[in-house]
């Protein structure tokens, strides 16, 4: 009986009757509609086909939003999974336009000991105020027991500082830059946060009006708490500005 | 003039301004007269010692170049 020279499907001899032709017909179109199937074995939208074989098929069928592919864990197949987490993962960002103050609650959690936040913050009314920074747990304010001391060098060569023992708030920049090329900017690592416990910030940055040119801040809050966000409000007026937070891997 | 505070909720992704209400605009204004007094008060500790040292350095004879120079 002769055959296809790649999918060895049975094809009519030379010798073979006319009259066996529809049945030797069938036969054919029978083995190529079960090779074109193994060759395609998706049956819904999203699927994709991948190799079991050097000549065999299967198929995977689509992941849930945020899924990635990756090799399953014997190597042998494609599967679609949640994308494991970076050293640096971005939990949010957001902006604001003069408000009084600006609230970013659950961006810290027990899946990161410890955060990065990236301020840009200036002020539209007037370049004599000061930015000051408290946790928040929940929907309160911590409102007491922040040590902090901050250092800077000045426009006019000189070192300058400022903190505070017990304070209702952390002061993070004096003289917030008036007009938005002005911005403050600062670069925050908060640690030991998330959990029952007290955090740390560790700042550096400038302020927007160039009165101190190099600024590091260092902090902790004495009261132990399972923190869970900020709040950024300014001495007096409102402020206008961005954020972004990382986690870092524990 | 009304004043906003800007909020966002990072586990529902809702950000929100509202107006401050009544207490919190309370809050916020007593906040800036607290802010306010204590810039004042350290203002005018800072110009009270600046003064006093002036007024040695005149009894000494010195500039505050010198005096520097004589204590660094």
Not at chain 1, 92 to 103: C, K, L, Q, R
Not at chain 1, 222 to 247: C, E, K, M, Q
Request: proline share 2%.
């Amino acid at each position: 009986m002769a055959t296809t020279t790649n999918y060895n499907w049975t094809t009519p001899d030379d010798t073979d009757l006319v009259k066996d032709g529809a049945a030797a017909i069938r036969t054919l179109g029978s083995s190529a509609d079960t090779t074109v199937k193994a060759l395609n074995p998706g049956t819904t939208a999203g699927d994709i086909d991948y190799y079991t074989t050097s000549t065999a098929k299967a198929r995977v069928g689509i992941g849930t939003a945020g899924q990635v592919l990756q090799v399953n864990s014997g190597a042998t197949a494609p599967e679609w999974a949640a994308p494991s987490a970076g050293a640096l993962s971005k939990i949010t960002s957001g902006s604001f336009t003069e408000v009084a103050s600006a609230t970013v609650d659950d961006c810290f959690s027990a899946t990161y000991k410890n955060y990065m936040v990236i301020l840009n913050v200036f002020s539209v009314n007037s370049n004599s105020i000061d930015l000051f920074w408290q946790y928040r747990y929940s929907t309160n304010t911590q409102a007491a027991t922040y040590n902090n001391s901050a250092f800077g060098y000045t426009s006019a060569n000189a070192l300058t500082g400022y903190g505070a023992s017990s304070a209702n708030s952390l002061e993070l920049i004096q003289k917030v830059g008036e007009p938005a090329a002005d911005v403050s900017i600062m670069n925050l690592l908060i640690q030991n946060i998330g959990t029952d416990t007290k955090p740390y910030l560790f700042g550096t940055g400038a302020d927007g009006e160039d009165a101190i040119n190099q600024l590091r801040i260092a902090s902790k809050q004495t009261t132990a708490r399972t923190y869970t966000g900020f709040i950024l409000t300014p001495s007096v007026n409102t402020i206008s500005g961005s954020y972004v937070v990382y986690g870092l891997e524990n | 003039m009304t004043i906003n505070k800007y909020m966002h909720n990072v586990t529902t992704d809702q950000i929100s301004v509202d107006v401050l209400t009544k207490s919190e605009l309370k809050e916020h204004e007593q906040k800036i007269s607290d802010y306010l007094e204590k810039k004042a008060k350290a203002q005018a500790e800072a110009e009270a010692k600046a003064a006093q040292r002036q007024a040695i350095l005149d009894r000494l004879g010195l500039t505050a170049d010198e005096a520097k120079l004589l204590l660094g």
